[in-house]
């Protein structure tokens, strides 16, 4: 088992596509999905009412040279949106999801005030990193983002085969991971399921429930 240190091993770029197929991210027979709950804020305690809405967009673009997916995410608090994050991955040939970086636009009230923590791999020292391995297993520790001094996050996997049961039905098969945020501090918890991705999530002061998601037409399997 590889030690934190060598979670992410170098990459070949060459080998990355933007058709990705992993089941607990499969952006490829993926629309859209809905997560909805609620959040504290630590400073008033007041609690708000969050939504957190994923589009895979048609397009595709090019990141440190490579064709890439591109997610669109929009977070809302009370209904209004605080966040548009457009996120960039591609999968290698043995099934593995790299994240090759986002672009942050935060908002107040309608207007762009910020884009913090957007990063590119190849941008300084900027890497991609390992989104979702081929086969996660019990104990693999993966860093999703590889920007020093920007985004750092890294998830280790805690256990497999879960159940769950969300707004938007029952699922099966999935992963539940521990996701350690060192530069904003804090940690939090995620279900990825077969054919959604994120289907649950567990932050401090928070949390997040699947409400609605939409596939594609599944396709024919190949014989083989």
């Known amino acids: 088992r590889a030690n934190a240190q060598e979670a992410t091993p170098a990459v070949d770029l060459s080998r ?30 007041e609690t708000f009412q969050t939504r ?7 397009e595709t673009t090019t990141v440190a040279g490579v064709e890439v997916t591109v997610a669109e995410v929009k977070e809302y608090e009370d209904g209004e949106l605080v966040e548009r994050t457009l996120d ?9 999801v790299y994240y090759l970086g986002e672009q942050v636009d935060m908002y107040e009230a309608g207007t762009v005030i910020g884009h913090q923590g957007t ?5 300084g020292e900027n ?7 081929a086969d ?15 985004a750092e996050d890294r998830s280790t996997v805690l256990a497999v085969e879960q159940a769950i049961v969300t707004p ?9 991971v521990e996701d350690l945020a060192p530069i904003e501090g804090g940690t939090g918890e995620k279900y990825y399921c077969p054919g959604v991705g994120i289907a649950r999530e567990a932050f401090e002061g928070g949390s997040l429930e699947l409400v609605a998601f939409e596939s594609t037409a599944p396709s024919t399997p190949s014989a083989g």
């Open 16 to 45: 990355l596509s933007p058709i990705v197929t992993n089941p607990f991210f499969p952006l490829a027979s993926l629309r859209s999905t809905v997560l909805e709950g609620e959040e504290v804020d630590p400073e008033s305690g």
């Open 88 to 96: 960039y991955y591609a999968q290698d040939a043995d099934g593995t």
């Open 52 to 58: 957190v809405a994923l589009t895979v967009l048609p």
């Open 168 to 176: 938007a039905g029952e699922l099966s098969g999935c992963l539940r």
């Open 127 to 133: 890497q991609p990193g390992v989104y979702m391995p």
């Open 136 to 150: 996660p297993a019990v104990g693999q520790v993966f860093e999703q983002e590889r920007a020093p001094g920007v």
């Open 119 to 123: 990063w590119l791999a190849g941008e």
